[in-house]
């Protein structure tokens, strides 16, 4: 069974700094690995999709980073705003022949004045 | 107005009793999800469907059962909830345009349910 393993569990951070949260991923062939924000008591949301042939990807303060080799990737957050203040869900698909996700635990982010 | 809309939002019942939880889209997906969320674990599947007449067991769907009523219509249903049912659960869509390994979910505000 594939495994996504994030760290760290939980962070805090001041405003204004910067942050990188980790993810190793299992899933072989590989074929993507997305990022989700999930903000408390509302639906994770989409942050960025990675495909094998891209080893960074931004979408705004967030960018994502992928090494297909040490199967690692890392959401660093630039400037911080308290908004960011949410966890983080690192996403591998189930593998070859199925749909299925599988969900990492997340990492709780604390961003405070 | 939301995308992805789920009812009810939260709700508490008791051990037996037989519960729906609802879930509609105006994005116009084919494709359509039900997870569960519990504390200090991922999401996981539980019933997924790809057109009105396509419906598949995920990962956990023992003491559940799904109706897809439409297009944009997909209930979840615990015919006698037991007290490990208690989480969070989502509603979640995608497109059937795009390939399968890449399209992004969309997920609904969730429901959170307790068994007593």
């Known amino acids: 069974k594939n495994q996504v393993e994030q760290s760290p569990q939980s962070l805090i951070i001041l405003e204004g700094k910067n942050c990188t949260l980790q993810?190793?991923?299992?899933?072989?062939?590989?074929?993507?690995l997305r990022w989700y924000k999930q903000d408390t008591g509302r639906g994770p949301v989409s942050l960025t999709i990675m495909t094998f042939s891209e080893n960074t990807k931004s979408n705004g303060r967030y960018t994502a980073t992928l090494d297909a080799d040490t199967k690692q990737s890392s959401l660093h957050i630039t400037a911080s705003q308290l908004s960011d203040s949410a966890s983080y869900i690192c996403?591998?698909?189930?593998?070859?022949?199925?749909?299925?996700?599988?969900f990492g635990k997340g990492t709780k982010l604390s961003v405070i004045p | 107005d939301a995308d992805v809309t789920q009812t009810p939002r939260n709700r508490i019942t008791k051990t037996g009793k037989r519960i729906m939880l609802e879930c509609s889209q105006t994005k116009g997906h084919d494709r359509m999800y039900w997870y569960r969320q519990d504390p200090g674990l991922g999401l996981r599947l539980i019933y997924y469907?790809?057109?009105?007449?396509?419906?598949n067991k995920g990962e956990i769907s023992d003491g559940y059962s799904v109706s897809r009523q439409a297009q944009a219509k997909f209930s979840l249903s615990l015919e006698s909830a037991i007290p490990n049912q208690t989480a969070l659960y989502f509603c979640a869509t995608s497109d059937s345009q795009l390939a399968d390994s890449t399209d992004t979910q969309y997920f609904g505000p969730g429901t959170r349910l307790t068994v007593l």
């Open positions: 993810c190793n991923y299992t899933v072989s062939p590989f074929s993507n």
């Open positions: 469907s790809f057109d009105v007449k396509d419906i």
């Open positions: 996403v591998e698909p189930g593998g070859a022949g199925s749909y299925q996700l599988t």
